[in-house]
């Protein structure tokens, strides 16, 4: 089994707003192995994108704040480093790739000189060599013609171009952990494949651990060797990628798989789960997906269902599954 | 067979490109050229291709939001283009609705629910404010909102419930054809499914017919009876749902299935079951010669560079490609 680069413990981010203390991550904890893929899946607001804000700690201080937990970085607690070492480590260690290239890219640099940046922040080259350290992200991220994209301007790119120039600067100081937060998202049907192939290959060429957020299954099943599923702040269940789809053990894994329409599977009527995911204001008491669960007991409604360990890869925290 | 409630022929839509102070046409962006189909009678046509492939153009063409360039557009036996004003307004503008996408943005936030699902009616129908409301009430019952909430603002609804309100206002009017542009793709997993049943109900319940467009092959399949494939302002396959899906010609089909399909892992390292297309699309201003696709074609011939395919008929499909003429 290879390294744990990262490894999340009993991670609680909270917002402090006028209306009270949000709990935007409330109790999260997984790891990633050297040349895997972590997948984080869940519906918007259930705190997959403040769980990667909170590895890189680039939350909106002093309203948002980790409260509690541990994020270890190949041995170091992140939560314990200084502002400046931390600083060192974005870029370098860790980085991260957004949804929309346009607004992550300066529209009035060139590619070559947002990608230098981080090149020469982070890696102390001689002058002559950072550009032969561009042009190679670039190539890594096969891009076409480097030498004259790094002359260029993000609008002279297409939106897929865009995207993977935003993947060379997140590569340019070969990071040990990649943060991916709906990088495809954005992108058409065809060069969003283009891009998950892409991410195979750069993966299999730095051995990069890569936690992809999504809300996609189909991008989950392509390209992620295990997968979170995270509902209102915490993570109900996490198995090897082909277990979330062919034996989820969670009511609400199941549920979400059975709600999306398969191209292979016709059904009359596709199955969906009644109701909305609760205000991380006024959490249901016990399970918070116990209101709509169509199996839940008594039990869910007065106790927090503990995370039972099913083997070393499977873990689900749901009172029906002991 | 089913009526022909609307059917498309031909159309085209060229947008000049203009440049210096006498803003001279220097060239035409194709953006819709030369498109044929037709919806059926409570039955939904799916409009898919990947963006900047004509696909809104035709949605805007057939809501006479855009003029044609050239082509018909037939509503019930008649071309919409000889109605007069006042036909429009009576028979033509209340039978075609649309819902858009982004239910933020498609809804004055100063307006009440009351309001914007009843606009339509107070527009189009000389009733008094209180049979309105009724009528509102009884749309948004439709649609599994409780008439209770006319009274607040959209801001109060989450986005599956403000879909439903852009449903239940594009039913204000009794409409034939509703035109659905990307109905489920700004809304989150679990609630998508909530609201493409409603759309199949509604559609049972009504005999409504739907053009939705999509990029979602998954969601299409679920939505709809035929499919038309669009690619750089042409179709380049079109035919009954099941059999397209079950048997797709054009290699453009295929990349998007491939594309579209659930892989696990482990299937995915076995390449030949996976199509990934190289390069762009090309720009619309000045498409490939030859088949448009072929720069990026899996089973491009010679042929493809240098001659237009033709629209063949092969069952119920048909596919505009060599490798079937």
Same mark, same amino acid.
């Given at each position: 089994?290879?390294?744990?680069?990262?490894?999340?413990?009993?991670?609680? &981010?909270?917002?402090?707003?006028?209306?009270?203390?949000?709990?935007?991550?409330?109790?999260?904890?997984?790891?990633?192995?050297?040349?895997?893929?972590?997948?984080?899946?869940?519906?918007?607001?259930?705190?997959?994108?403040?769980?990667?804000?909170?590895?890189?700690?680039?939350?909106?201080?002093?309203?948002? $704040?980790?409260?509690?937990?541990?994020?270890?970085?190949?041995?170091?607690?992140?939560?314990?480093?200084?502002?400046?070492?931390?600083?060192?480590?974005?870029?370098?260690?860790?980085?991260?790739?957004? $949804?929309?290239?346009?607004?992550?890219?300066?529209?009035?640099?060139?590619?070559?000189?947002?990608?230098?940046?981080?090149?020469?922040?982070?890696?102390?080259?001689?002058?002559?060599?950072?550009?032969?350290?561009?042009?190679?992200?670039?190539?890594?991220?096969?891009?076409?013609?480097?030498?004259?994209?790094?002359?260029?301007?993000?609008?002279?790119?297409?939106?897929?171009?865009?995207?993977?120039?935003?993947?060379?600067?997140?590569?340019?100081?070969?990071?040990?952990?990649?943060?991916?937060?709906?990088?495809?998202?954005?992108?058409?049907?065809?060069?969003?494949?283009?891009?998950?192939?892409?991410?195979?290959?750069?993966?299999?060429?730095?051995?990069?651990?890569?936690?992809?957020?999504?809300?996609?299954?189909?991008?989950?099943?392509?390209?992620?060797?295990?997968?979170?599923?995270?509902?209102?702040?915490?993570?109900?269940?996490?198995?090897?990628?082909?277990?979330?789809?062919?034996?989820?053990?969670?009511?609400?894994?199941?549920?979400?798989?059975?709600?999306?329409? $398969?191209?292979?599977?016709?059904?009359?009527?596709?199955?969906?789960?009644?109701?909305?995911?609760?205000?991380?204001?006024?959490?249901?008491?016990?399970?918070?997906? $116990?209101?709509?669960? &169509?199996?839940?007991?008594?039990?869910?409604?007065?106790?927090?269902?503990?995370?039972?360990?099913?083997?070393?890869?499977?873990?689900?925290?749901?009172?029906?599954?002991? | 067979?089913?009526?022909?409630?609307?059917?498309?022929?031909?159309?085209?839509?060229?947008?000049?490109?203009?440049?210096?102070?006498?803003?001279?046409?220097?060239?035409?962006?194709?953006?819709?050229?030369?498109?044929?189909?037709?919806?059926?009678?409570?039955?939904?046509?799916?409009?898919?291709?990947?963006?900047?492939?004509?696909?809104?153009?035709?949605?805007?063409?057939?809501?006479?939001?855009?003029?044609?360039?050239?082509?018909?557009?037939?509503?019930?036996?008649?071309?919409?283009?000889?109605?007069?004003?006042?036909?429009?307004?009576?028979?033509?503008?209340?039978?075609?609705?649309?819902?858009?996408?982004?239910?933020?943005?498609?809804?004055?936030?100063?307006?009440?629910?009351?309001?914007?699902?009843?606009?339509?009616?107070?527009?189009?129908?000389?009733?008094?404010?209180?049979?309105?409301?009724?009528?509102?009430?009884?749309?948004?019952?439709?649609?599994?909102?409780?008439?209770?909430?006319?009274?607040?603002?959209?801001?109060?609804?989450?986005?599956?419930?403000?879909?439903?309100?852009?449903?239940?206002?594009?039913?204000?009017?009794?409409?034939?054809?509703?035109?659905?542009?990307?109905?489920?793709?700004?809304?989150?997993?679990?609630?998508?499914?909530?609201?493409?049943?409603?759309?199949?109900?509604?559609?049972?319940?009504?005999?409504?017919?739907?053009?939705?467009?999509?990029?979602?092959?998954?969601?299409?399949?679920?939505?709809?009876?035929?499919?038309?494939?669009?690619?750089?302002?042409?179709?380049?396959?079109?035919?009954?749902?099941?059999?397209?899906?079950?048997?797709?010609?054009?290699?453009?089909?295929?990349?998007?299935?491939?594309?579209?399909?659930?892989?696990?892992?482990?299937?995915?390292?076995?390449?030949?079951?996976?199509?990934?297309?190289?390069?762009?699309?090309?720009?619309?201003?000045?498409?490939?010669?030859?088949?448009?696709?072929?720069?990026?074609?899996?089973?491009?011939?010679?042929?493809?560079?240098?001659?237009?395919?033709?629209?063949?008929?092969?069952?119920?499909?048909?596919?505009?490609?060599?490798?079937?003429?």
């Amino acid at each position: 089994m290879s390294n744990i680069v990262l490894q999340v413990e009993d991670l609680h &981010t909270s917002f402090f707003t006028r209306a009270g203390e949000v709990k935007a991550v409330d109790g999260v904890s997984f790891f990633v192995r050297e040349g895997e893929t972590f997948g984080i899946v869940g519906e918007s607001g259930c705190g997959k994108s403040v769980t990667g804000l909170s590895i890189l700690r680039l939350l909106p201080e002093p309203s948002g $704040q980790v409260t509690k937990g541990k994020i270890i970085l190949e041995g170091k607690n992140l939560l314990e480093l200084s502002k400046k070492t931390m600083r060192a480590y974005r870029g370098k260690m860790i980085s991260m790739i957004l $949804q929309d290239p346009m607004t992550s890219l300066n529209p009035v640099y060139t590619i070559g000189d947002q990608i230098s940046e981080s090149v020469r922040l982070h890696q102390d080259l001689p002058e002559n060599m950072v550009e032969g350290e561009v042009i190679s992200a670039l190539r890594l991220l096969r891009i076409p013609d480097p030498e004259v994209r790094t002359r260029e301007y993000p609008f002279q790119l297409s939106g897929g171009m865009r995207q993977r120039v935003v993947g060379a600067i997140a590569m340019s100081c070969r990071p040990r952990l990649l943060i991916a937060d709906e990088p495809t998202t954005a992108l058409d049907a065809t060069i969003q494949a283009q891009y998950l192939a892409l991410f195979e290959d750069i993966q299999v060429k730095t051995n990069v651990a890569i936690i992809f957020i999504t809300h996609d299954f189909g991008v989950i099943s392509r390209i992620c060797d295990r997968v979170g599923v995270m509902y209102a702040g915490k993570i109900l269940e996490t198995a090897p990628t082909r277990d979330i789809f062919k034996a989820p053990k969670h009511p609400y894994t199941a549920a979400l798989i059975s709600s999306v329409p $398969q191209l292979d599977k016709k059904d009359e009527k596709l199955f969906s789960i009644e109701g909305q995911p609760p205000s991380l204001l006024h959490l249901p008491p016990g399970c918070r997906f $116990q209101p709509r669960c &169509t199996v839940a007991m008594d039990i869910c409604k007065e106790q927090e269902p503990p995370e039972v360990k099913l083997d070393e890869n499977h873990s689900v925290s749901c009172w029906r599954v002991k | 067979m089913a009526d022909v409630l609307l059917e498309v022929r031909n159309i085209v839509k060229h947008y000049p490109v203009t440049r210096g102070l006498l803003q001279r046409t220097v060239g035409w962006v194709r953006a819709v050229d030369g498109v044929s189909f037709t919806v059926e009678d409570g039955k939904t046509l799916s409009l898919v291709g990947e963006s900047g492939a004509g696909k809104t153009t035709i949605a805007k063409q057939i809501l006479l939001l855009e003029k044609l360039t050239s082509g018909n557009i037939i509503f019930q036996g008649k071309d919409i283009y000889k109605y007069s004003a006042a036909e429009l307004k009576r028979d033509y503008r209340p039978k075609v609705q649309t819902v858009q996408q982004n239910p933020w943005s498609s809804m004055n936030p100063r307006m009440r629910v009351r309001d914007v699902v009843g606009e339509p009616i107070f527009v189009n129908a000389k009733l008094a404010k209180k049979e309105v409301y009724e009528n509102v009430g009884k749309l948004l019952n439709q649609v599994g909102i409780d008439p209770e909430g006319m009274n607040r603002y959209p801001h109060e609804f989450s986005g599956g419930q403000r879909q439903r309100i852009a449903v239940a206002r594009a039913m204000a009017l009794h409409p034939e054809l509703l035109i659905l542009d990307e109905p489920v793709s700004a809304l989150d997993v679990s609630i998508r499914a909530q609201i493409m049943n409603l759309l199949k109900d509604l559609q049972t319940e009504f005999n409504l017919s739907y053009i939705v467009i999509a990029h979602n092959l998954a969601t299409v399949r679920y939505m709809s009876h035929s499919v038309a494939i669009m690619y750089l302002g042409q179709l380049v396959e079109y035919g009954e749902s099941e059999a397209l899906f079950n048997n797709p010609l054009h290699p453009y089909t295929k990349a998007l299935i491939s594309a579209s399909q659930l892989t696990l892992p482990e299937d995915a390292k076995d390449s030949s079951k996976q199509i990934i297309l190289s390069g762009e699309m090309p720009s619309p201003l000045n498409p490939p010669a030859g088949c448009r696709f072929h720069t990026r074609c899996t089973e491009v011939m010679d042929i493809c560079s240098k001659e237009i395919p033709e629209m063949k008929t092969i069952g119920t499909q048909q596919v505009k490609c060599h490798h079937y003429t």
